[in-house]
Nanobody, 123 residues
Framework: QVQLVESGGGLVQAGGSLRLSCAAS????????MGWFRQAPEKEREFVAL????????HYADSVKGRFTTSRDNAKNTVYLQMNSLKPEDTAVYYC????????????????WGQGTQVTVSS
């Protein structure tokens, strides 16, 4: 089993920045990639970004390219999502997820999920 604990969400004005973190514990050696997803009320969960654990390769949704950056600290078993130039449409609950195989942009491919952290961007 893998446990994921997220932190860093909050309220920010449009144009501001937030950094989310996701700390992994348990059977972390089984993780191939880490993904970030978000979900607004009554909307489907959508892909935001991913990073492979060892290679560090990244992929981003078109909606966040140039604004969001994901990174990882292998020694701390932690991944980060730096969010800059935030827009009101970025408002959602953000989830980190761990995938034993991949990488994938599909939420169905991920095996473990964090508890989610709320990000609210005011106009």
């Amino acid at each position: 089993q893998v446990q994921l604990v997220e932190s860093g969400g909050g309220l920010v004005q449009a144009g501001g920045s937030l950094r989310l973190s996701c700390a992994a514990s348990g059977r972390t050696a089984s993780i191939y990639s880490m993904g970030w997803f978000r979900q607004a009320p009554e909307k489907e969960r959508e892909f935001v970004a991913l990073i492979t654990w060892f290679g560090g390769s990244t992929h981003y949704a078109d909606s966040v390219k140039g604004r969001f950056t994901t990174s990882r600290d292998n020694a701390k078993n932690t991944v980060y999502l730096q969010m800059n130039s935030l827009k009101p449409e970025d408002t959602a609950v953000y989830y980190c997820a761990a995938d034993r195989g991949g990488p994938s942009v599909s939420s169905n491919a991920y095996d473990y999920w964090g508890q989610g952290t709320q990000v609210t961007v005011s106009s």
